[in-house]
């Protein structure tokens, strides 16, 4: 039922809840947020989720472990025990109290069933790192089929001809002797193109699935897929069915299976744990007595485990680290979110593995295909990794039929199969990942887009191609050339080992890069096809040292130790200033790619550090200003001074935390203007007035059937989103409100609304707008104040914000505000969202903060009692005061905001205002002072004599006396 609201809301009535005893007690650091809204939203509260544990397994020693059964059987004991001694008192505890449990050694972690009283006890635990959700989601995110690829051509698919497989198999190598795994939605193991190839089959219709077939979910003892997709992928990898149908890049390779996802579309990241386990070490069919001798060489996974659902960004990585050390390669779809950057999803970003965008017939990058760079623990580095063919890819599906689909989910087996073509020909590279994943790389036809920085070098890799287009002849080709470098970093003088030492290898013929980090040791290793190479050796602190002339041949080890001077260490000092006032600034100042970061003093701006030796980049940042950088030369003390200019910027408020707006809907329906909008479509309004946005002026606007509202231009305005903020793809200079494929279907879906509230207050209401096709309805508004600039958002009503974006965006998509991304948590019935602009400084984060000092007699310095103290807030102009005691203090309990701030006492002259501003959970000190009213003089007689310069008979005449002290007197004559 549609709730009404009487009245008419002013924005006025956004005000800011200032109560401490709304702050509720913060949550143990240990715990994922996301795990809070799985437990409240789950039956009874009670749910599954990951305890994960401190201790990790020290694997180090697997990289010298020739064979890859013998690598394997190492890192599962190495795993297995780390697991069981860690895991052993935690499990006795859980048995004990009757908790439902299932351990891994994977990773090392326990999946545990129970409620958030459960969560809170074990986070207490001193074994207990992390405790996340287990949510239940869909891993598969693929675009629709789209039209067929070109036809065979004598039986082989045109995306396997273009990667050059034929050529390969033509020399003999077809994935001979190797195992690709399929963790995937599961596989019809009678397929005819799959039949021969599966690891079970033992020949005259005879199959044992034992340690080759293993469902996460329990459902089926053969291989089978309920879904389609696993066989299609599973397919591209290996399939050929002897005759018209060559589907697959490895045909002579052996696949095994683990479906990792239910009958029902169910997907769980301790699913793909289990999944990636099994491909370590394979069971039987009762999930026992396992075989690390029979693992996989190498794993695809076209799926995702989305962030926006709850799967968090950490879960698999120590899984990704482990199969890494194993030597199993991992190779995973990047994602089908594009076109804007930054789209992959989880875990593509994961360094340990390769990840595949995907292109058409004509040598186009897919739209859909995501996009990098990888952000990730504080790195930004050149993602997907390479580029394969994934628009209208035919292979296998149950039944034993064919068709075709898209998606880089059909990208990714091309290079789980090209790894096995090249571990045929090349067994002694089995294993080696390194240099595995460096002759796929570079082996790569190059593709050039610089979309998306940034980029590698002359844009090779770039975030849409990676290294470029997969080539199977030219991988193999290159494998029978590799050499090694190799060798220890020490400290010159003492000897002594140095760690992270940054190895930058350049070739010098072609100017590829490669490069490495030195270990605990001071060791480093580089497998390199052997030519002449340049090698420079970094690390913070010390002079860097250079090696010309360093040629690696062909299967060769190259020694090459470096030592490294320690560097002399200077004082680098300045002051940070807003640009236009000169007042001091809260800014961070940071020597990129060092570990060198200082905060400057508030009160003064001033800041100051010891630096080494060396050329560096210095980072200036405050928030609500531009930042500025500059190249420093430090060789001997130096003082860089900043003087940031102010940006537009904004910060936000949500209703359902404290010092948030208060919600309260509008409704235009029965008397606001009605735009019927078809699919993807824009309509352009007139405002009524003026409204800034992002610092630029407008009088109107377009209005998207997609949820967003765009400013200055139509181009993109009706576009379907629910991509990255901010991104410099189309639309730009927009509020995206409920960015997403919606479609109100010309008003038979639902209708936009916008009125002009009150002279100042514009609104513009999406009512039961629905999702393309059609289905969950959506009820929203924004709320437009053109006297403050502020935008508030409004969720009467959601239905589905799976693929949601909200945030704001300025005119080139350089700067934005991102509140959500494909994450329905965040957007609920009864949520209102303020977007408050803002030039220079603010407090960003919401939350409550302490504004305290002393008011005082100026010049003398005593305290004065009974002062008053009013903070006026920037965000809705609220008003708060406080009152001196005996020593003249005073405090005041705000929410983070700007303020304006002045003084006044009885017998003193009120004090001139002062801007200051209080963030969430610090103290703001601001002493004012006051100046005494001076006292007032005798009054005397005065005489005057005044003569007009021309005739004033018949006019008024007014004079005015005041004496010091006094108040001015007003005498009139007639």
């Known amino acids: 039922?549609?709730?009404?609201?009487?009245?008419?809301?002013?924005?006025?009535?956004?005000?800011?809840?200032?109560?401490?005893?709304?702050?509720?007690?913060?949550?143990?650091?240990?715990?994922?947020?996301?795990?809070?809204?799985?437990?409240?939203r789950a039956p009874g509260g009670v749910d599954s989720f990951l305890v994960l544990l401190h201790e990790q397994a020290d694997l180090s020693a697997a990289a010298t472990i020739e064979g890859h059964a013998a690598r394997a059987s190492y890192v599962y004991q190495t795993l297995r025990a780390t697991a069981e001694r860690s895991q052993a008192r935690l499990r006795a505890d859980l048995a004990a109290w009757g908790v439902p449990y299932r351990p891994f050694f994977l990773v090392n972690a326990v999946q545990v069933t129970g409620d958030l009283s459960l969560a809170y006890r074990l986070a207490g635990r001193e074994e207990v790192a992390r405790i996340v959700a287990?949510?239940?989601?869909?891993?598969?995110?693929?675009?629709?089929?789209?039209?067929?690829?070109?036809?065979?051509?004598?039986?082989?698919?045109?995306?396997?001809?273009?990667?050059?497989?034929?050529?390969?198999?033509?020399?003999?190598?077809?994935?001979?002797?190797?195992?690709?795994?399929?963790?995937?939605?599961?596989?019809?193991?009678?397929?005819?193109?799959?039949?021969?190839?599966?690891?079970g089959n033992l020949g005259g219709g005879n199959f044992d699935h034992n340690y080759n077939w293993h469902d996460a979910f329990g459902e089926y003892l053969v291989p089978t897929d309920p879904n389609g997709h696993g066989t299609h992928t599973t397919g591209t990898m290996v399939g050929d069915d002897g005759g018209t149908n060559q589907i697959g890049m490895a045909p002579g390779a052996q696949w095994i299976a683990c479906k990792v996802s239910s009958a029902g579309g169910i997907w769980k990241a301790s699913k793909y744990i289990e999944c990636w386990e099994w491909m370590l070490a394979p069971t039987d069919l009762n999930g026992e007595n396992p075989r690390p001798d029979l693992a996989?060489?190498?794993?695809?996974?076209?799926?995702?485990?989305?962030?926006?659902?709850?799967?968090?960004?950490?879960?698999?990585?120590?899984?990704?680290?482990?199969?890494?050390?194993?030597?199993?390669?991992?190779?995973?779809?990047?994602?089908?979110?594009?076109?804007?950057?930054?789209?992959?999803?989880?875990?593509?970003?994961?360094?340990?593995?390769?990840?595949?965008?995907?292109?058409n017939s004509s040598d186009q990058i897919a739209s859909f295909s995501s996009r990098g760079p990888a952000n990730y623990r504080g790195e930004t580095y050149v993602k997907p990794d390479l580029a394969a063919p994934g628009v209208g890819i035919?292979?296998?599906?149950?039944?034993?039929?064919?068709?075709?689909?898209?998606?880089?989910?059909?990208?990714?087996?091309?290079?789980?199969?090209?790894?096995?073509?090249?571990?045929?020909?090349?067994?002694?590279?089995?294993?080696?990942?390194?240099?595995?994943?460096?002759?796929?790389?570079?082996?790569?036809?190059?593709?050039?887009?610089?979309?998306?920085?940034?980029?590698?070098?002359?844009?090779?890799?770039?975030?849409?191609?990676?290294?470029g287009i997969i080539d199977a002849l030219a991988a193999v080709r290159a494998g029978g050339t590799m050499g090694a470098l190799a060798g220890t970093t020490t400290e010159s003088g003492s000897g002594r080992a140095l760690s992270g030492v940054r190895l930058e290898v350049v070739r010098s013929d072609s100017h590829l890069r490669r490069s490495a980090l030195s270990d605990a040791a001071g060791f480093y290793s580089l497998t390199l096809p052997a030519a002449t190479y340049e090698v420079t050796a970094t690390l913070y602190g010390y002079l860097p040292?250079?090696?010309?002339?360093?040629?690696?041949?062909?299967?060769?080890?190259?020694?090459?130790?470096?030592?490294?001077?320690?560097?002399?260490?200077?004082?680098?000092?300045?002051?940070?200033?807003?640009?236009?006032?000169?007042?001091?600034?809260?800014?961070?100042?940071?020597?990129?790619?060092?570990?060198?970061?200082?905060?400057?003093?508030?009160?003064?701006?001033?800041?100051?550090?010891?630096?080494?030796?060396?050329?560096?980049?210095?980072?200036?940042?405050?928030?609500?200003?531009l930042p500025e950088s500059r190249p420093v030369v430090i060789q001997s003390d130096r003082v860089e001074n900043f003087a940031l200019q102010p940006a537009v910027s904004y910060f936000l408020r949500r209703s359902n935390a404290p010092c948030g707006p208060a919600f309260s809907w509008i409704d235009i329906t029965a008397s606001g203007q009605p735009f019927y909008l078809g699919d993807d479509a824009s309509a352009w309004v007139s405002i009524g007035g003026i409204f800034p946005f992002y610092g630029n002026n407008y009088n109107s606007l377009y209005i998207g059937s997609n949820g967003q509202v765009v400013f200055g231009s139509s181009s993109g305005a009706g576009w379907p989103g629910g991509n990255t903020i901010p991104s410099t793809s189309l639309p730009n200079n927009a509020i995206y409100a409920f960015w997403d494929d919606l479609n109100p279907a010309s008003g038979s879906q639902g209708t936009v609304y916008t009125q002009l509230v009150d002279g100042h207050l514009f609104v513009i209401e999406f009512?039961?707008?629905?999702?393309?096709?059609?289905?969950?309805?959506?009820?929203?508004?924004?709320?437009l104040d053109l006297d403050s600039g502020a935008i508030v958002l409004q969720y009467l009503t959601v239905s589905d914000a799976r693929r949601t974006s909200v945030g704001l965006e300025n005119a080139d998509g350089t700067a934005g505000l991102l509140y959500a991304f494909h994450n329905p948590a965040l957007l609920t019935d009864g949520l209102a969202l303020a977007f408050y602009p803002v030039q220079g400084e603010h407090p960003a984060e919401q939350g409550t903060g302490t504004l305290s000092g002393t008011v005082s007699v100026s010049g003398s310095g005593l305290p004065i009692v009974g002062a008053s103290v009013r903070a006026e807030a920037w965000a809705g102009g609220d008003v708060f005061t406080a009152t001196t005691g005996e020593n003249g203090a005073y405090s005041l309990t705000l929410c983070a905001d700007r303020y304006t701030v002045t003084a006044s006492a009885a017998g003193h002259i009120p004090g001139d205002p002062v801007p200051t501003a209080v963030y969430s959970g610090s103290t703001t000190l601001l002493d004012l002072a006051l100046e005494p009213i001076p006292p007032c003089e005798p009054l005397r007689e005065v005489d005057f004599a005044w003569e007009p310069l021309t005739p004033t008979a018949g006019l008024p005449l007014t004079f005015t006396a005041q004496a010091s002290g006094t108040l001015p007197i007003t005498y009139t004559w007639n």
């Open 1 to 40: 039922m549609r709730r009404r609201f009487s009245g008419i809301l002013l924005l006025a009535l956004f005000l800011l809840t200032l109560s401490p005893a709304g702050l509720q007690a913060a949550p143990s650091s240990k715990i994922d947020p996301d795990l809070f809204r799985e437990l409240a």
């Open 134 to 199: 287990d949510p239940s989601f869909q891993g598969l995110d693929d675009p629709p089929p789209g039209p067929p690829g070109p036809p065979a051509v004598n039986g082989v698919e045109w995306n396997i001809a273009r990667v050059h497989a034929p050529e390969v198999w033509a020399l003999g190598y077809t994935g001979q002797g190797i195992v690709v795994g399929s963790v995937d939605t599961g596989v019809q193991y009678d397929h005819p193109a799959l039949v021969n190839q599966y690891r």
């Open 767 to 783: 009512y039961q707008v629905q999702h393309y096709p059609g289905g969950n309805p959506e009820t929203f508004e924004v709320l």
């Open 296 to 359: 996989a060489h190498v794993i695809n996974n076209s799926w995702s485990c989305p962030g926006s659902e709850g799967c968090d960004p950490d879960t698999l990585l120590q899984a990704a680290q482990a199969l890494y050390a194993a030597g199993i390669a991992i190779v995973k779809s990047a994602g089908n979110s594009g076109s804007s950057c930054g789209t992959l999803t989880n875990p593509s970003h994961y360094r340990e593995l390769l990840a595949v965008g995907a292109f």
């Open 394 to 467: 035919r292979s296998s599906t149950p039944g034993g039929n064919y068709g075709s689909m898209s998606g880089t989910s059909m990208s990714s087996p091309h290079v789980a199969g090209l790894i096995a073509l090249l571990w045929s020909a090349h067994p002694e590279l089995i294993g080696h990942l390194e240099a595995t994943f460096q002759i796929v790389e570079e082996s790569a036809e190059p593709r050039i887009d610089l979309q998306c920085p940034p980029n590698g070098p002359d844009g090779r890799p770039n975030n849409v191609w990676g290294w």
């Open 545 to 625: 040292t250079t090696a010309t002339g360093v040629v690696v041949l062909s299967q060769t080890v190259t020694p090459l130790d470096l030592t490294l001077d320690p560097a002399p260490v200077y004082t680098l000092s300045g002051t940070v200033t807003d640009g236009v006032t000169g007042s001091p600034l809260r800014a961070t100042l940071s020597l990129l790619n060092t570990p060198v970061q200082a905060s400057t003093d508030p009160a003064t701006g001033h800041y100051s550090a010891p630096v080494a030796q060396g050329t560096y980049t210095l980072l200036a940042t405050s928030p609500g200003y």
